[in-house]
């Protein structure tokens, strides 16, 4: 079965750095887009980035130039690097695939800027 597993959050200083990872597992990573998404408290889950099977990335325009995702399709993992963040970040991240009707979501992993 699909499995996407995040790690990475953690509390982080306005104008600091983090990133994310989602390993993922029960299905062929290489041949897949996979997306970022993160839902703050009181908000709607909102797309961040997303990379095709190619390689091509797209960006939210309130984290472009700030994050930068990224995939190893060795290792079966996407990752979002964040840079400069802003307490406005604070939100959960998600890993999401598209398919088996409603798509597949990871857990989430916290990420808090504050200082």
């Known amino acids: 079965q699909v499995q996407l597993v995040e790690s990475g959050g953690g509390l982080v200083q306005p104008g600091g750095s983090l990133s994310v990872s989602c390993a993922a597992s029960?299905?062929?990573?290489?041949?897949?887009?996979m997306y970022w998404y993160r839902q703050a408290p009181g908000k709607e889950r909102e797309m961040v980035a997303t990379?095709?099977?190619?390689?091509?990335?797209n960006y939210a325009d309130s984290v472009k130039g700030r994050f930068t995702i990224s995939r190893d399709n060795a290792k079966n993992t996407v990752y979002l690097q964040m840079n400069s963040l802003e307490p406005e970040d604070t939100a959960v991240y998600y890993c999401?695939?598209?398919?088996?009707?409603?798509?597949?979501w990871g857990q989430g992993t916290q990420v808090t800027v504050s200082s």
């Open positions: 029960g299905f062929t990573f290489r041949w897949y887009a």
């Open positions: 999401f695939r598209e398919g088996g009707g409603s798509g597949y």
């Open positions: 990379i095709t099977a190619g390689g091509r990335t």
